[in-house]
């Protein structure tokens, strides 16, 4: 058996429907949207358009809401950096959740840095969750412009009451950004009906390609006004300038089209799974545990901590799954991941934990190979440890 791959939430595999659908604009429909005077252009512009709907339905948004970007991150940096630009006079504050992407995390403190922005984090229980006590008090003391909290996390899959927090932000006053990166395609999503501002999601975690996302600003009074980022030709509503990706686009849109009318029946295949290779692995595995919430979870992720083992020398021990100890932007880390530590793990807890996130290609087979794998590694690597240890 070749490798296993179990890194869904770093990425995804082109699906072969999206190849297809992406390749003729390498080619034959190479035309640029932004060109008005010619049929290639005028083409183009239609299938950007058209993609921008598909796009727009998977997240529950309106076509015209949607900015193209290279992925969330951008959109991200977009968004914060470009409401603090927005920021006339004083510093502008954010609340964000100690379990946040570091593209939400980073820019908050890169703008800290240059003095334009105070940034609250509010911290999260055992499970993963928001205090939403917490969350109003945080919003009563510091008056905040701008409240960040994803809608699932990457690394324990704990999805968030965006509604409830929603009504919380906007009762403060405050603009929700949600970055729905690890939703979108795996649980419904609509951005209107959860009360969402702005949100960002990226083609690649739903069988895209990489290098293409998505913005969304909410078209509603008051208006969210942005800076760019990427200042240019004005395309994307002045907000995103250069030339668009357009084979990118028309992918993003056929994998939201895919993903949308796959959900449901994704969603019951791949929580099969996942529930198999939890509950056989803590039967078979003592000194073991899952983290995140336990029922309001994403369908493909489970996040495993193996008590008294590093997690990267079990992964090393499995070298043909394909698996990883927390979010690939974070991978280079030399520390432990700063979401098992925001849960309350300690140092050992963190780096003996694996998240193993499932995808569309996963079969029943690979995950029993794969849970006969990890109960087989364990179990070495725990006698090694007790043989070191007497001699």
Avoid at 112 to 136: E, F
Wanted: net charge neutral; with cysteine; proline share 4%.
């Amino acid at each position: 058996m070749s490798t296993i791959y179990l890194d869904y939430n770093a990425t995804t595999p082109v699906d072969s429907r999206v190849l297809a659908a992406m390749t003729p604009f390498f080619s034959d429909r190479y035309g640029n949207p932004s060109s008005r005077d010619h049929a290639h252009g005028w083409a183009a512009a239609e299938a950007l358009e058209q993609s921008r709907e598909a796009v727009a339905e998977c997240a529950g948004a309106k076509p015209h809401e949607i900015v193209f970007t290279s992925g969330a991150t951008e959109a991200l940096n977009v968004c914060i950096k470009g409401l603090v630009g927005h920021q006339r006079a004083g510093r502008a504050r954010i609340i964000v959740s100690a379990t946040e992407h570091r593209a939400v995390l980073a820019p908050c403190e890169q703008l800290a840095r240059a003095g334009g922005l105070d940034s609250h984090i509010v911290p999260v229980d055992r499970l993963g969750n928001i205090d939403l006590n917490q969350l109003k008090a945080a919003l009563s003391s510091t008056k905040a412009m701008l409240v960040a909290i994803m809608a699932a996390n990457n690394d324990l899959g704990t999805i968030y009451p965006v509604n409830d927090i929603s009504q919380i932000v906007h009762a403060a006053g405050a603009l929700l950004l949600c970055d729905m990166t690890q939703s979108v395609g795996k649980i419904p999503m609509d951005v209107h009906a959860a009360g969402i501002d702005v949100a960002a999601f990226s083609a690649h975690k739903i069988y895209g390609p990489k290098g293409v996302g998505a913005l969304f600003v909410r078209d509603a009074e008051p208006r969210i006004k942005l800076e760019p980022l990427i200042a240019g030709g004005g395309q994307e509503r002045g907000l995103r300038g250069g030339t668009l990706n357009l084979p990118g686009i028309v992918a993003f849109a056929e994998a939201c089209r895919i993903a949308r009318e796959e959900l449901h029946r994704e969603t019951e295949r791949v929580s099969r799974l996942r529930n198999r290779l939890e509950q056989t692995i803590l039967a078979e595995v003592r000194d073991t545990w899952v983290n995140g919430d336990p029922v309001r979870r994403i369908p493909n992720t489970s996040n495993i901590g193996f008590k008294g083992v590093d997690a990267r020398t079990l992964i090393r021990d499995m070298h043909d799954i394909a698996v990883s100890t927390q979010a690939a932007c974070s991978s280079g880390s030399t520390g432990p991941s700063h979401v098992l530590k925001a849960i309350g793990l300690t140092d050992d807890e963190a780096y003996s934990c694996i998240r193993f996130s499932l995808g569309r290609f996963t079969t029943d087979e690979e995950i029993d190979y794969t849970i006969n794998k990890v109960i087989a590694s364990v179990h070495k690597l725990r006698r090694m440890k007790i043989h070191r240890v007497s001699v």
